[in-house]
């Protein structure tokens, strides 16, 4: 990962850098990482995610179907 300074605007560029890592979910991960996740909580963390998702895409669709 690349962030230029232009013009030495560190703040602009450590603002831009941020973005980046966010964007990328490094932040997500090193707090995930911060403790040791049984393989089994992993399993169930990650099917409620699934769950989470596929119910927002149901109502999404519903939403657009509905709107005509």
Known sequence: MQIIVRENN???ALRALKKKLQ??????????????EK???KR?????A????ARKMER??????GGR
């Open 10 to 12: 560190v703040d602009q």
């Open 23 to 36: 964007r990328e979910g490094v932040y997500r991960e090193m707090k995930m990482r911060r403790h040791y």
């Open 39 to 41: 393989p089994s909580e």
């Open 44 to 48: 169930a963390r990650e099917k409620a």
């Open 50 to 53: 699934a769950i989470r998702r």
């Open 60 to 65: 999404k669709q519903a939403e657009r179907d």
